[in-house]
């Protein structure tokens, strides 16, 4: 004869009320980043857990509440970057939850294969240029139609001595000009604010390849 038992009603599963997620992602191979990474949500409360996905969460605090995102890349070879609330592209999504490309460093180890441009953004061009810092910059690259521009997708911000890398990320169906040497012909677009947006000169550089660093000059941009 079997002896009988006390069956106990299941215990409920501890349930969490996620406030925010946020996703970095590295641009160039578009891998998600959360290792060696701190991302500080001013505003919310208490410190992100990273999730099984490796994507930041909070568990605490209201979205009324958020200021600012910082994000310290500690030795990983992206800068360190501070995002008001009003630049950051918060989808209506529940739980929040934003998408943030890290901006490269300028020592950034790129992969064979990769289009791009390294340089400097100056206010003009004399003996002892001075840098723009902190503003953003991005590559249009030319149609092989021969009139029409496209953005290249990546967007990245000048270092405090006005440094930049900017990629090229072309899609399949993407159909840039080339001239004769197989370089692809682009220009830099800058947005500074209170100053507007400007775009260089355009220059050809070859493909898959990161040129070699060169300045750019805000005074010698085009509306």
Not at 67 to 78: A, C, K, M, N, S
Not at 118 to 123: D, F, I, K, N, P
């Amino acid at each position: 004869m079997s002896e009988s038992f006390v069956v106990h009603r299941p215990e409920q599963a501890y349930q969490r009320t996620v406030q925010f997620v946020v996703e970095l992602i590295d641009p160039v191979t578009l891998e998600r980043i959360s290792r060696g990474v701190k991302v500080v949500a001013e505003g919310l409360r208490g410190k992100p857990v990273v999730n099984a996905s490796g994507m930041f969460v909070w568990l605490k605090g209201e979205m009324d509440s958020l200021r600012e995102i910082r994000i310290d890349p500690g030795t990983l070879p992206y800068e360190t970057i501070t995002i008001r609330k009003d630049k950051l592209k918060i989808p209506p999504s529940l739980p929040p939850l934003t998408t943030i490309e890290l901006p490269l460093r300028t020592d950034y180890a790129f992969s064979v294969g990769t289009t791009g441009i390294r340089g400097t953004l100056v206010e003009e061009r004399i003996n002892q240029p001075t840098p723009i810092p902190h503003v953003e910059v991005s590559l249009e690259w030319l149609d092989d139609d021969g009139t029409t521009w496209h953005d290249a997708r990546m967007h990245s911000t000048t270092n405090d001595k006005g440094g930049f890398v900017s990629v090229l990320r072309l899609a399949p169906a993407d159909m840039p000009s080339f001239d004769t040497d197989g370089a692809i012909s682009v220009r830099l677009r800058a947005r500074r604010e209170g100053a507007g947006e400007r775009r260089s000169a355009e220059v050809q550089i070859p493909l898959g390849r990161v040129s070699d660093p060169s300045y750019f000059s805000w005074d010698e941009f085009q509306p």
